[in-house]
């Protein structure tokens, strides 16, 4: 697998069974198989409680930005621990569904319904009120900040295609 990633956008409310499972939204589903990846990564979000989701490329992106750490330094330690050790590999049933860990459950809430919230090279999942919430402050901070962004160079109007 080459250094593509799966592009994850949009919201979508998504049932999960008695059993944990849930539908993983079709388009996410798609954007995986866009890039090989048959494998869903999840690991939970310690500023807030949810789950985070992404695929290998972007799993082994975030391995090598902590070996990037300073090595036994308690920042290193601390995100491995969060992030590596408290990840998930999932794999999809049949009908596009996942079974979720009982631990990345608890983490963030869920019971009845996830939100399947897109951000770009990765997912989160969250219980719609907990992501309403702080969709609306994200909203207030941004606003508050007069946020803006400033778009990186497109790649190919840079070398002259």
């Known amino acids: 697998m080459g250094s593509l990633m799966a592009m994850f956008v949009g919201r979508h409310i998504n049932k999960i069974d008695k059993k944990g499972r849930v539908s993983v939204p079709k388009s996410f589903r798609a954007a ?17 409680s949810a789950v985070e989701a992404c695929d290998e490329a972007f799993m082994a992106r975030l391995s090598a930005s902590l070996d990037d750490l300073d090595m036994f330094s308690d920042e290193q330690d601390d ?36 939100v399947f919230v897109g951000r770009g090279a990765r997912f989160q999942i969250w219980t719609p009120a907990a992501y309403e919430a702080n969709r609306a402050q994200a909203f207030e901070r941004a606003r508050a900040r007069d946020a803006t962004l400033r778009l990186l160079p497109d790649d190919d109007r840079e070398s002259g295609k």
């Open 79 to 114: 995100l491995a621990a969060i992030v590596m050790e408290s990840a998930h590999a999932l794999n999809f049933d049949t009908e596009g569904r996942v079974q979720l860990p009982r631990e990345i459950v608890e983490h963030a809430g869920i019971s009845s319904e996830a």
């Open 32 to 48: 995986l198989q866009s890039v090989g990846s048959n494998i869903l990564y999840l690991y939970p979000l310690f500023k807030v």
